[in-house]
């Protein structure tokens, strides 16, 4: 689908830019005139992954975390959140609810939490090179309330 | 981001504040902890009501905090979730393990920025 208006943020994998991350792209996605509650769906989607990227990716050390951002036809949001990490060695048992490497604290729910809060979460990996997380998200925006 | 925590008798309020993420998470889940361990209340009440934003790492924080009680007579109550917090409780399956409330003003009407 092509792309009506991109933009490309670059972030240390610090975790106070977390906050950061998710506000600059729901940012650039108001432009859609999102509801309220499609903003809150952005942010906690973003951030899951952002995390992931800090916690997993990253694990060993600090590195760089690609976000680009496209506004397709039909009012599509694509967020892709890419790492040069570690990568994930299987993809399937990664995106089961509850699963995680994180510890006690860490729910095991970072994408279940973006699978129900975006209409497609696409993960992409390679071992040692790093990962690609997709998530599209169609803003009906608040036009759609009235 | 602060957390206010109240003691009344053996119940514990804590009132969190701001945005819960992987960020901030874990100064909030110190200083509940450290309440919970010295005072060992029976009633543990967490309250979201000036909670701007949640991701999963509020999940994280509630689990926990349930993990380090469920052993004892203490019982836990999480208050004042918005609907998109309680949206991310709910979808953990927290509702099974604590009681769950929503803000009362937010449950009609939500999308009014």
């Known amino acids: ?146 | 981001m602060q957390t206010r925590i109240e003691i009344n008798e053996s119940i514990v309020t804590a009132y969190l504040s701001g945005e819960i993420d992987h960020h901030n998470a874990p100064e909030i889940r110190e200083a509940i902890d450290e309440c919970i361990i010295s005072r060992k209340p029976k009633r543990l009440i967490i309250d979201f009501k000036d909670v701007t934003f949640m991701d999963s790492s509020g999940i994280g924080l509630v689990m926990g905090r349930y993990r380090l009680i469920e052993n004892t007579d203490c019982k836990m109550a999480i208050i004042n979730l918005s609907v998109h917090a309680y949206r991310v409780m709910q979808l953990a399956g927290m509702d099974k393990l604590a009681v769950l409330k929503k803000k009362p003003k937010e449950e009609k009407n939500n999308e009014i920025a």
């Not at chain 1, 996605?29 to 995390?51: F, G, R």
């Not at chain 1, 397709?72 to 399937?92: A, M, Q, T």
């Not at chain 1, 090179?129 to 009906?140: A, D, H, N």
């Open chain 1, 1 to 146: 689908m092509k792309s009506l208006n991109s933009v490309k943020i670059q972030i240390e994998s610090r975790s106070i830019n977390e906050a950061y991350a998710r506000v600059a792209v729901s940012a650039f996605a108001s432009q859609l005139d999102p509801t309220v509650e499609e903003i809150n769906d952005i942010k906690t989607a973003v951030s899951e992954a952002v995390t992931n990227c800090i916690v997993h990716a990253y694990r060993n050390g600090l590195g760089i975390i690609y976000i680009t951002v496209n506004i397709l036809e039909n009012s599509v949001l694509e967020i892709k959140i890419r790492d040069r990490g570690c990568g994930i060695e299987n993809i399937k048992k990664a995106m089961e609810p509850l699963f995680t490497t994180g510890g006690t604290d860490r729910a095991g729910l970072g994408f279940s939490v973006m699978e129900s809060f975006s209409d497609k979460v696409k993960v992409r990996s390679k071992v040692g090179v790093g990962t690609t997380v997709t998530i599209i998200k169609r803003i009906r925006g608040r036009a759609s309330l009235v």
